[in-house]
Every structure is written in structure tokens, then in C-alpha cells.
């Protein structure tokens, strides 16, 4: 990542450059690939490198390549939007699974994208392209689309004023029509995305609210876009979102019976 601020980036900004230039298709990388992806000097990559090798942080392979070390792991696993709410949703997540044996997600915000928490994935269920710790844009997929709805205004309109990405020729790109499904989620409770990320899948998702209330993520199935009527698999999953939102203290959920 190259800095076009005039500010010299600080210590903070390149050691976090470094943690970033490694992607899903590059998870490992040499040093000076390092060098050339953060623009950073190869000495000074070279020096910050080592320090988060000596951490945990990075770990050297064999082949002289650097991979992303289990330190970051541990300290992630930390966050109270991923391994906390991932072990309060995995009972319900894997209740839904085995009564469908389709694609089962578990995501966050983070705008203007969503974080795949978890996935449960069957051998026959539809190729998807999101994985756990991945990221897509929340206009384009199910979990997206009701964490907007649910979001602070301010954040709605940061997400409806900017290019919305089309993945598909399905994907909503348009803000006025993404306004008027963001209002049908919050009218409805769940939202169906008709291949708006793949052609060849649909998915229902639902909301999960935690102690407060307040949304704080989203669950999602995915089915093949030919498969059975989306519509047929709203119950269960509303009914696995309340269990996990019954699990976290959501005073809505712990009102409604079982």
C-alpha cells in the first residue's frame, strides 16, 4: 500500500502494511515482494519483518517465504464480533446445516463490506465464493443486505453514496432501489438475494441481535439459484438467528418463545 498522504507514514502504518500486502491468493510471500507490494524500503521491510517474525506474528517457510503466523491468530480470536460470537452461533449454525446440508454463514459489518465469521460448507452444497475471515460488499449479498437494514443511518448513507459494485446482473447498483430493499428487510425480517454475487445461488438471511438489542450480525443460507424456493427456508433460519440472539441476552429474543 502506497501512502499519498504527504505525512510520512508512521511505524504503526508500515508494520500494518506489511500484515495487509498478504491476500487470500498470496498467503505467502518473499521479501522483496513484501518490499514491492507495501513500497517499502527493502531494508526497512526487512527489519519490521523480522520483528514480527521474533512475535509470532509472521513465520518464515522453508523456501524463504513468509506466511501469516498463529500469534495474529490468537490475538483475533480475541474480538468479541469473531470467536466469541462464532462459539454462541456454531450450535445453531450446525442445527441448520444438518437440517438442510446447504451453505450456512455467519457474518459482521465492516463498512462497507462484511466479514464471513464462519462458513459450514457440505460436499454437495453450491461452490460460493466467501470464506471465513473473507470479505465481500454488503449491497451484494443476503447477510450484507440485513446488516445495512439494521444499521445507523449515517452508515446507510455512507454505503447508498458510493459506487456500489455489480457482481452480477442481478447485483442492485442503483441506491434508490437499494434503499427500498433495505426497508423491505426491516419490514420483513429477513431478506432473499437472488443471485446478486454468483448466478448460480441464491441465499435467506437473517438478523442477530445481541444484549443491547442491536444487530450485531447476520446469518445467512445459500442454495443453488435452480434449487428449492428460497421462501421454503425463511423458518429456519429466523429460527436459528433468534437462537443465537437468545444465547447473547437479546431481550427480544428471550421474550419469544421457543
Given at each position: 500500500m502506497r501512502h499519498t498522504s504527504a505525512q510520512a507514514p508512521?511505524?504503526?502504518?508500515?508494520?500494518?502494511?506489511?500484515?495487509?500486502?498478504?491476500?487470500?491468493?498470496?498467503?505467502?510471500?518473499?521479501l522483496s515482494e513484501l518490499s514491492r507490494r507495501t513500497g517499502l524500503p527493502l531494508s526497512t521491510t526487512h527489519r519490521i519483518v523480522g520483528?514480527?517474525?521474533?512475535?509470532?506474528?509472521?513465520e518464515r517457510q522453508e523456501d524463504g517465504q513468509y506466511r501469516v503466523g498463529l500469534w495474529l491468530w490468537e490475538v483475533a480470536s480475541l474480538s468479541p464480533r469473531g470467536m466469541v460470537l462464532r462459539d454462541a452461533a456454531m450450535p445453531f449454525l450446525e442445527d441448520l446445516y444438518e437440517a438442510t446440508h446447504e451453505n450456512v454463514q455467519l457474518a459482521v459489518?465492516?463498512?462497507?463490506?462484511?466479514?464471513?465469521?464462519?462458513?459450514?460448507?457440505g460436499r454437495n452444497a453450491v461452490s460460493i465464493v466467501s470464506r471465513p475471515g473473507g470479505r465481500l460488499a454488503a449491497h451484494a449479498t443476503g447477510v450484507g443486505l440485513v446488516l445495512l437494514?439494521?444499521?445507523?443511518?449515517?452508515v446507510q448513507e455512507q454505503v447508498l453514496a458510493a459506487p456500489l459494485r455489480r457482481y452480477?446482473?442481478?447485483?442492485?447498483?442503483?441506491?434508490?432501489?437499494l434503499r427500498r430493499v433495505l426497508a423491505d428487510v426491516r419490514r420483513d425480517?429477513?431478506?432473499?438475494?437472488?443471485?446478486?454475487?454468483?448466478?448460480?445461488?441464491?441465499?435467506?438471511?437473517?438478523?442477530?441481535?445481541?444484549?443491547?438489542?442491536?444487530?450485531?450480525?447476520a446469518i445467512s443460507i445459500v442454495i443453488?439459484?435452480?434449487?428449492?424456493?428460497?421462501?421454503?427456508?425463511?423458518?429456519?433460519?429466523?429460527?436459528?438467528?433468534?437462537?443465537?440472539?437468545?444465547?447473547l441476552g437479546a431481550p427480544r429474543a428471550l421474550r419469544q418463545p421457543s
Open positions: 508512521s511505524v504503526v502504518d508500515r508494520v500494518l502494511d506489511v500484515l495487509a500486502a498478504f491476500t487470500p491468493d498470496r498467503p505467502a510471500l518473499t520483528e514480527l517474525s521474533r512475535r509470532g506474528a509472521l459489518l465492516d463498512v462497507p463490506d462484511v466479514v464471513y465469521v464462519e462458513r459450514i460448507s437494514a439494521f444499521a445507523p443511518a449515517e452480477t446482473p442481478k447485483t442492485v447498483t442503483v441506491a434508490e432501489e425480517g429477513y431478506v432473499i438475494s437472488d443471485r446478486q454475487v454468483e448466478m448460480v445461488s441464491a441465499s435467506v438471511a437473517a438478523p442477530v441481535y445481541g444484549a443491547d438489542d442491536a444487530v450485531v450480525a443453488p439459484a435452480t434449487g428449492p424456493d428460497p421462501r421454503s427456508m425463511v423458518p429456519a433460519v429466523r429460527a436459528a438467528a433468534r437462537g443465537i440472539s437468545r444465547t
